[in-house]
């Protein structure tokens, strides 16, 4: 069965440092990974997905980047971190034609 | 026009009572509707899909798609208050499964 790792799991980072959130995909080869952000109280937003190595779309412009070097790992980054940016985000990969399976998450604040 | 709408809630029932969730999409080419759970602090799970029209039920969750009118909702029976939690609807958009477009969600408290 696939799994998901993602962390870490909670991270404290002054505004202008850089960011890096790793996520690493077992148990399936070639998947669709998804970068979601949730803000307190809020829905998913959609922020990259990518169906290959190398390949990424990016939902809504802003001051995060992904990459993904490897078939199994996606990488969320930033050169400068906003206090915007606090949030839980979420690491996630399709299951089946559709279903999002979904890392433990990242609980980033921007202080 | 957001892609998928959810009323925010929160809704609160009482235990035992059928609570009723509602989302509405926009996009009609939309192929696949799912529901998940998302407990305070934690990573959302699924608890139901639905891809036809109608009803499917799974246990005490049962899940409406009407694609005509582009709404889908998710009923709990005999409500617990372990089930209170945030319910996100999601809605794949299209033939292409590139994309899991999420609602805003929906909390619910089910009161002892």
């Known amino acids: 069965s696939q799994t998901i790792h993602q962390w870490p799991a909670t991270l404290v980072q002054p505004v202008g440092s850089p960011l890096s959130l790793e996520c690493t995909v077992e148990?399936?080869?070639?998947?669709?990974l998804y970068w979601y952000r949730q803000a307190a109280g809020r829905g998913l937003q959609l922020l990259f997905y990518?169906?290959?190595?190398?390949?990424i779309s990016s939902e809504v412009p802003q001051n995060l980047s992904a990459s993904r070097p490897q078939d199994r790992q996606f990488i969320l980054s930033s050169k400068k971190l906003l206090l915007s940016d606090s949030g839980f985000y979420l690491c996630a990969c399709h299951r089946g034609p559709t279903e999002a399976f979904f890392g433990q998450g990242t609980r980033l604040t921007v202080v | 026009q957001k892609e998928v709408e959810q009323n925010s809630g929160p809704l609160s029932v009482p235990e035992g009572a059928i609570a009723s969730l509602n989302c509405t999409y926009s996009?009609?080419?939309?192929?696949?509707f799912f529901w998940y759970r998302q407990y305070s602090g934690k990573s959302p799970e699924l608890i139901m899909f639905i891809y036809s029209n109608g009803d499917k039920e799974d246990g005490r969750f049962t899940a409406q798609l009407n694609k005509a009118s582009q709404y889908v909702s998710l009923l709990i029976r005999d409500s617990q208050p372990s089930d209170s939690a945030t319910y996100l609807c999601a809605v794949n958009r299209g033939t292409s499964y590139d994309k899991v477009i999420f609602g805003p969600g929906t909390s619910l408290s089910v009161i002892p």
């Open positions: 996009d009609r080419g939309s192929q696949s």
């Open positions: 148990g399936t080869s070639n998947p669709n």
């Open positions: 990518s169906v290959g190595i190398g390949q």
